[in-house]
Antibody
Framework: QVQLQESGPGLVKPSETLSLTCTVS????????WSWIRQSPGKGLEWIGY?????????NYNPSLKSRVTISLDTSNNQFSLRLASVTAADTAVYYC???????????WGQGTLVTVSS | EIVMTQSPATLSVSPGERATLSCRAS??????LAWYQQKPGQAPRLLIY???TRATGIPARFSGSGSGTEFTLTISSLQSEDFAVYYC?????????FGQGTKVEIK
């Protein structure tokens, strides 16, 4: 059974870096697109980026966030991570990790974790 | 960026009735279109992918149709557990985008 679980601080100060980790169980991380998606309070869903691993890694980021985002992979621990630099209040959101297969939709999601940006 | 526009924003339906939700893409996404259901406090759940293929475990009352730029999600007979927000999402190119959602509420 595939499961994803987000973890990380729920409160981040403005201008600092948001860091989250998604722990994956029940499946190898190879050959899937591992994504981060966020949802601002009362608003819709925004795809942040993905990392794909099949021997080597490929990343792809939403251009609106690209200058501030890094997604990395730790296959030995079955985890992937998100770093979002220079956060502001606009980055306050529920952050989800999710998995997609090549050319398909997000079939598995974590439960989500609320990150608030505030001093 | 492909912009996904959903209508209506809110749909009021009585239990047992049919609900029809629309999603329009700003350019063709072929059939690379998914629908998700989200309930308060929960992650989205995949309902439909490939525009019309139900995901594992999704009841037959959910059906999807369309291609190119126009898509529809139909719930044939609304059950109490179907009142939620529904999102469409395109994965035709590598900048995945979501619609703004349609809330299906009890009439």
């Amino acid at each position: 059974q595939v499961q994803l679980q987000e973890s990380g601080p729920g409160l981040v100060k403005p201008s600092e870096t948001l860091s989250l980790t998604c722990t994956v169980s029940g499946v190898s991380m190879s050959s899937y697109y591992w994504s981060w998606i966020r949802q601002s309070p009362g608003k819709g869903l925004e795809w942040i980026g993905y990392i794909f691993y099949s021997g080597s890694t490929i990343t792809n980021y939403n251009p609106s966030l690209k200058s501030r985002v890094t997604i990395s992979l730790d296959t030995s621990n079955n985890q992937f991570s998100l770093r979002l630099a220079s956060v502001t209040a606009a980055d306050t959101a529920v952050y989800y990790c999710a998995r997609a297969q090549s050319g398909s939709a997000f079939e598995y999601w974590g439960q989500g974790t609320l990150v608030t940006v505030s001093s | 960026e492909i912009v996904m526009t959903q209508s209506p924003a809110t749909l009021s339906v009585s239990p047992g009735e049919r609900a029809t939700l629309s999603c329009r893409a700003s350019q063709s996404v072929s059939i690379n279109l998914a629908w998700y259901q989200q309930k308060p406090g929960q992650a989205p759940r995949l309902l439909i992918y490939g525009a019309s293929t139900r995901a594992t475990g999704i009841p037959a009352r959910f059906s999807g149709s369309g291609s190119g730029t126009e898509f529809t999600l139909t719930i044939s007979s609304l059950q109490s557990e179907d009142f939620a927000v529904y999102y469409c999402q395109q994965y035709n190119n590598w900048l995945w985008t979501f619609g703004q959602g349609t809330k299906v509420e009890i009439k």
